[in-house]
C-alpha cells in the first residue's frame, strides 16, 4: 500500500483496479488546511489523464506490474507473437494495443513486455532500432525544390523522413521515443 | 542553494526585516525551537526531537511573552513541519512572527504594507531583486506593490472564483481543495491582496469577529496566488480557546491524540490579555517572489537536496 504521502512523479499506484503512473505532482497545504496532493496521472492500459487531488490518508493499491524479457517473434494479420526468453512461453498482443511500436519492431527483436495482473498491457523498445530502406525515391541532382528531406519506407511499413542522401537497401537508425530519423548506418 | 550572490542577497533582505521592525520599537525575542508540547491544531504534523518537538511556529512562547508584558515583539526563526514538501514548502523554513497589544487584525495588515515596503527601499536597487519601480516582474505579470492592497473577504472571493457558495464547500469538507483549486490562483495577481473573515472553524486561535460569531478575524496575505503570510486577532477568552482545542483534540486520531496536551499554562497566561494580534509570515516564500524564483529550495543556504 502507498499512502499519498508517497505521491511523487514517475510512482505507479492503483486506482479503481487499473495501473496508473504519475506525471505531475504538486505538493500543497492552504494556511492551516490540510495536506493537499495534486496529481497527474495517465492510465498506463489506455493512456486517458486522470487528474485528482488527494489527502493524506487516501491510501492506494502498489498495481501488479511484472516487466519480463521476451522475443518479439513474428505477426499474422493483427496478432503480434512474442516467447518470454526464460520459459519460452508464448504470447500474443493485440495490434492495438502496441501502438506506434509495431513501426519499429522487426522479427526477433529483442524486448521488455510489461504484465499488468498477467495480462500483457505494454512494451519497452530499445531506444534506437536500425531497419532497412525498402522504398526510396532516387534524390535528382539539382533539385531546386529547396526541400533538404524527403520520405521513404522502411521494412515495417513505416514511413519518416530522411535527409535526400539515403537510398533503398540502406540501413537507417530511429529514435523509437520520437520516431525521427538519426542517422545511416554503415555495415 | 544560494550562491555568494544570493547568501548576500539573504542576509541583506534579513537585515532589512530586523531594521524595519527595531525602527517601529518592536523587541526582538527568541523562544526555544525544542519544546515539550505543542498548541493542538489538526493539520500540523510536528517534527519529534527526543520525546520534545522542534515547533511549528514560536507562537506559544510568543503570546506567553505578550501576557508577561511585552507590548510588541517579533522574532526571525526556523521552524519545522513533518512531511511538508514541494514548490513552496521546505520541512525546515525560516519564519518570521510578530505580535503587538492593542491591536486587531487590520493593523496587521497595515504592518504588511510597510514592511513590503520598506524592504523594496532597502532591496530594491540591487541587482538579485526582482522587482523594480515598486513592480514585481514574473512571468508576463506586472504586479504592483505599492499600497494600499486589495481586501477580499472569503466570502466574497467564494462567490467570485469557486463553483459552490463558502456554505456548501463548508458543509462538504471541500474548502481546502476547492480554496487551492479555483480561489488562490486569482488572489493577488494585480496587487498583494488580503483574504480575509474565515469561518470560524478555520482559525482555532483566532478571535471570532465582532457582531459576526461564524467568523474569525483572520486574513492571508497573497502575492501571485501564493499564500505568505497568516494573521489574526488574537482570541484571548480563555475559556473559549480552552473549548477551540478540545474540539482539535476531538478530530485527531488516537495517534496525534495522545501526544497532544491541553497546554495548561498558555491557557491560565492567556486570561491575562487583553486586545492583541499576530502574524506568521513565510520569510523563504517573500524572498523567492523578490528574487523571481519558483521554488522556495532555491533561496535558503541548503534545501533538502543540497546535501
Not at chain 1, 496529481?39 to 487531488?53: A, F, S
Not at chain 1, 522479427?107 to 530502406?133: A, G, R, W
Not at chain 2, 526531537?49 to 511573552?65: D, N, V, Y
Request: proline share 4%; with cysteine; charged share 25%.
Amino acid at each position: 500500500m502507498y499512502s499519498a504521502a508517497d505521491l511523487r512523479k514517475g510512482l505507479k499506484v492503483q486506482v479503481d483496479g487499473a495501473p496508473f503512473i504519475v506525471t505531475d505532482f504538486e505538493f500543497s497545504k492552504p494556511g492551516k488546511g490540510q495536506a493537499l496532493y495534486r496529481c497527474k496521472m495517465r492510465n498506463m492500459i489506455t493512456g486517458n489523464q486522470l487528474v485528482q487531488t488527494y489527502r493524506s490518508n487516501d491510501k492506494f493499491e502498489k498495481p501488479e506490474l511484472e516487466e519480463r524479457k521476451m522475443q518479439y517473434l513474428y505477426c499474422q494479420e493483427s496478432e503480434y507473437h512474442f516467447m518470454d526468453t526464460e520459459n519460452y512461453e508464448q504470447i500474443v498482443i493485440d495490434k492495438e494495443h502496441l501502438g506506434d511500436n509495431v513501426n519499429y519492431m522487426t522479427d526477433n527483436m529483442d524486448m521488455e513486455v510489461l504484465f499488468f495482473q498477467d495480462k500483457p498491457i505494454d512494451v519497452s523498445l530499445p531506444m534506437f532500432v536500425n531497419l532497412v530502406v525498402t522504398k526510396a525515391d532516387p534524390w535528382a541532382k539539382g533539385d531546386t525544390s529547396g526541400s533538404d528531406s524527403k520520405p521513404v519506407t522502411v521494412e515495417t511499413g513505416y514511413v519518416l523522413q530522411v535527409p535526400p542522401f539515403v537510398d533503398e537497401g540502406d540501413k537507417i537508425q530511429i529514435d523509437t521515443r520520437t520516431g525521427a530519423y538519426v542517422t545511416r548506418v554503415k555495415e | 542553494m544560494l550562491d555568494l550572490q544570493g547568501l548576500h542577497f539573504r542576509a541583506a533582505f534579513f537585515h532589512s526585516l530586523r531594521s524595519f521592525f527595531v525602527r517601529q520599537q518592536f523587541l526582538e525575542v527568541d523562544t526555544p525551537i525544542r519544546q515539550p508540547l505543542l498548541l493542538p491544531e489538526l493539520n500540523i504534523e510536528p517534527l519529534a526531537s527526543e520525546g520534545w518537538f522542534l515547533q511549528a511556529s514560536p507562537e506559544l512562547c510568543m503570546k506567553r511573552l505578550l501576557a508577561a508584558g511585552c507590548s510588541r515583539i517579533f522574532q526571525l526563526c526556523n521552524c519545522f513541519r513533518k512531511g511538508e514538501r514541494g514548490q513552496l514548502h521546505l520541512e525546515e523554513f525560516t519564519m518570521l512572527e510578530w505580535y503587538r497589544t492593542n491591536a486587531d487584525y487590520e493593523d496587521l495588515m497595515a504592518d504588511c504594507e510597510a514592511l513590503l515596503s520598506s524592504l523594496l527601499a532597502d532591496l530594491g536597487g540591487m541587482d538579485l531583486c526582482a522587482v523594480s519601480n515598486g513592480s514585481l516582474r514574473t512571468g508576463d505579470r506586472v504586479i504592483s506593490l505599492q499600497a494600499p492592497w486589495d481586501r477580499l473577504s472569503v466570502h466574497e472571493a467564494f462567490a467570485r472564483f469557486s463553483p459552490v457558495s463558502i456554505e456548501q464547500a463548508m458543509a462538504n469538507d471541500t474548502f481546502d481543495e476547492i480554496l487551492v483549486e479555483y480561489v488562490e490562483p486569482f488572489l493577488g495577481v494585480d496587487r498583494p491582496l488580503f483574504l480575509y473573515d474565515y469561518p470560524v472553524e478555520l482559525g482555532s486561535l483566532a478571535r471570532s469577529k465582532y457582531g459576526f460569531p461564524l467568523l474569525a478575524e483572520r486574513f492571508e496575505l497573497y502575492i501571485n496566488g501564493i499564500e505568505l503570510a497568516n494573521g489574526f486577532s488574537e482570541l484571548t477568552d480563555s475559556q473559549e480557546q480552552r473549548q477551540r482545542f478540545e474540539r482539535e483534540l476531538e478530530l485527531m486520531d488516537d495517534e496525534r491524540r495522545l501526544r497532544s496536551s491541553m497546554p495548561e499554562r498558555f491557557l491560565e497566561e492567556l486570561a491575562g490579555l487583553d486586545r492583541a494580534a499576530g502574524i506568521a509570515l513565510g520569510v523563504d516564500r517573500l524572498l523567492m517572489l523578490l528574487m523571481g524564483k519558483e521554488s522556495v529550495g532555491e533561496v535558503v543556504s541548503f534545501a533538502p537536496g543540497d546535501f
